[in-house]
């Protein structure tokens, strides 16, 4: 049947441009109107200020944990430990910070997955999308703004473990305070947070694209918690595994699989003090667990291993980007 | 007479009985050219012509599965059709949907808003999709939608009936030329009910294009100029309601000889059909007139005891359609 055949064609009408609406100027977002969009979304979200509280939480349990060994072993402020010597403020500031870390990892896997998972479980995503809106464009707001709130975690945790140092005077003189702060310092701590917000977005984006492909949430949610927590369970498999093989594949394969890891470039960053302190809890690919007592955990260079970083943050940019402008939405 | 299958409705013109009005300019803002979708094998729309013109209330009516929300959920864009066009204010929208969409307002089935924001900050967060809304536009839509002490609640707290009444605010809030309602009385009270009729004819009289998808027949009846029946993803009739409606009425006339009034009748060209039913003569001749009916009875000298006219309702109608083109 063909029930509307009879009716003849019209001419293309000219896509109106300004219409007169109280609504005022009616078009399709940019891009810094969505950044701008998604950040009042996440400002006015408990959720996400529940997890900034949890996260400072997390720093802090983490310098008592610190200040407890400190106390517990008598020389942790001498030189050559942790709150001796010329680095001590530096190792002071990062320690918590390379603690709470972990706790971080998972808050912003569960930011990722809530983002953009909630509003495919909730459907408010056909809300969004029939309006009009780019949706590569969307991804990309709300990846940025995703960022900003994880660079707002990271710099509040640094405020907070800073604020944090100046009491370990309180505990034990000498001590570093924030009034032994220079240029270096500033710089090797900087740098540790810059590792750390490298390795936030990286939960963040696996967190969100799991999301998006499972179109759930709590299955996002879940599979990138069980990621981090699985990369523990196979750091301490995975050696085995690899020599109980006999073969020369087994043989490297802990170097295959932990040497080119994602988490290098956060021990790159990390004071030298620091990055040897890491082990398997720090996550698989955080360091060679059968590296030489004592080595550092930075297997490859700098630029190798942000190479790697970027070669999987732009895997699940790809993948997430995809499936998101693609897919029909059913929800 | 409203055929599924039928290419128009429009009564054909009978001398001397009624001359239609010339038509107005008509300028089509809703079009879908062969729409399609396919998942598989299945064809959830297929080949669907469908054209709304400006100003005009068109209900799109189906049974459940018919392809209703999939056909929506393609003039919104988040669908991608199989095959097809659809085209919006003449513009394909798969090459405009950032310019078009925005002059478009829509509530699709289920209102879906983000839980932990107020109604008034969901409002704020769509208008942000459209480059923003002046506040008072915002609280402006809430009164409309009858939320307006409510804005500040979380979206969490609200009722059913209130949901809907955010997401009508929602497809609102810019003004937009072309409103599309996805069942838009789910979980209304029958206040409510009333108030969103009332609503969809004040925005009808503003001159905006309402396109509405519903179950509730009677209201369909009440508030739309034109309607769309679909099964099975085809579009099976399509016509005006009064038309519609009017195609199925019929004159029943309660006179002292019936045979003698059959015979009468027998002549006159707009009538098509003529029997005696109960002892009453029942006329099927959509585009009569009663007072011409009367008159004419008159003249010849018969004067009947009552003249009634009665017609099917549109449910009715609805049923018979689908079930016709289901076999049942």
């Known amino acids: 049947m063909n029930p509307t055949a009879w009716q003849p064609s019209q001419p293309a009408m000219p896509v109106p441009d300004a219409p007169v609406s109280p609504a005022g100027n009616v078009r399709s977002a940019n891009m810094l109107e969505l950044i701008g969009n998604e950040l009042f979304k996440l400002r006015k979200r408990r959720l996400v200020w529940g997890l900034l509280i949890a996260d400072l939480v997390f720093v802090f349990a983490a310098w008592c944990v610190l200040v407890f060994y400190a106390l517990k072993t008598g020389d942790g402020f001498n030189p050559g430990h942790l709150l001796g010597g010329p680095n001590a403020l530096s190792d002071a500031i990062g320690q918590p910070l390379t603690l709470g870390r972990r706790g971080g990892e998972f808050l912003t896997a569960a930011l990722g997955g809530l983002a953009f998972g909630g509003e495919f479980s909730t459907g408010a995503i056909r809300l969004v999308l029939s309006r009009g809106v780019n949706r590569a464009s969307y991804l990309l707001a709300k990846y940025v703004a995703l960022a900003i709130a994880c660079a707002a975690l990271v710099l509040a945790s640094l405020l907070m473990s800073m604020l944090l140092s100046n009491f370990l005077i309180l505990i034990h003189q000498p001590a570093p305070t924030l009034l032994n702060l220079n240029g270096p310092t500033l710089l090797t701590t900087l740098s540790g947070c810059l590792g750390t917000l490298e390795n936030f977005l990286f939960c963040l984006m696996l967190g969100a694209t799991l999301s998006i492909i499972t179109r759930s949430s709590a299955f996002g949610i879940a599979a990138s918690f069980g990621y981090l927590i699985g990369e523990d369970i196979a750091a301490q498999i995975l050696p085995v595994l690899g020599k109980s093989l006999h073969t020369l594949l087994g043989n490297q394969l802990v170097n295959l699989l932990f040497t080119p890891n994602l988490n290098a470039f956060y021990a790159n960053t990390l004071p030298s003090f620091l990055s040897r302190g890491l082990d398997q809890l720090d996550g698989v690919i955080a360091c060679n667990p059968i590296g030489a007592p004592g080595s550092a955990c930075v297997p490859v260079s700098m630029a190798q291993s942000f190479m790697i970083a970027l070669t999987w943050a732009l895997i699940l940019i790809g993948v997430s980007t995809y499936l998101f402008v693609r897919r029909d939405v059913l929800q | 007479m409203f055929h599924p299958g039928t290419q128009s409705l429009a009564p054909a013109p009978q001398a001397g009985w009624r001359i239609p009005p010339t ?306």
């Open chain 2, 23 to 328: 038509p107005p300019r008509r300028e089509v803002i809703l079009e879908t050219v062969g729409l399609t979708k396919a998942y598989g094998k299945r064809l959830a729309v297929n080949g669907l012509n469908l054209e709304v013109l400006r100003g005009e209330v068109f209900g799109f009516l189906g049974p459940n599965g018919a392809g209703k929300t999939t056909t929506i959920r393609m003039l919104l864009n988040l669908i991608a059709p199989t095959s097809g066009e659809v085209r919006l204010f003449g513009q394909p929208l798969v090459t405009h949907p950032g310019k078009l969409l925005p002059y478009v307002g829509a509530l699709i089935e289920q209102p879906s808003f983000q839980s932990y924001l107020s109604g008034r900050d969901n409002l704020i967060a769509v208008g942000g999709y459209t480059g923003g809304v002046p506040a008072r536009r915002v609280d402006e839509v809430l009164e409309i939608a009858g939320l307006g002490e409510r804005g500040k609640d979380r979206y969490s707290t609200y009722s059913l009936g209130m949901r809907q009444r955010l997401g009508v605010g929602a497809a609102l809030l810019t003004d937009p030329e072309l409103i599309i309602l996805d069942e838009p009385g789910n979980g209304l009270d029958p206040a409510g009910i009333v108030e969103m009729r009332e609503l969809i004819r004040k925005l009808s009289q503003q001159g905006k294009t309402i396109f509405v998808s519903s179950h509730i027949l009677a209201e369909v009846r009440q508030v739309c100029t034109r309607i769309g029946i679909i099964r099975g993803g085809q579009l099976i009739g399509v016509g005006a309601v009064d038309v519609l409606l009017r195609a199925t009425s019929r004159w029943e006339v309660e006179v002292e000889n019936p045979e003698q009034v059959c015979r009468l009748l027998a002549g006159v060209p707009i009538i098509s059909a003529l029997n005696i039913e109960n002892g009453m003569v029942v006329i099927k001749a959509p585009t009569m007139r009663g007072r011409d009916l009367i008159s004419f009875l008159a003249k010849n000298g018969i004067w009947p005891e009552s003249v009634k006219r009665s017609e099917e309702d549109l449910e009715n109608i609805f049923l018979r359609l689908t079930e016709k083109e289901a076999g049942l």
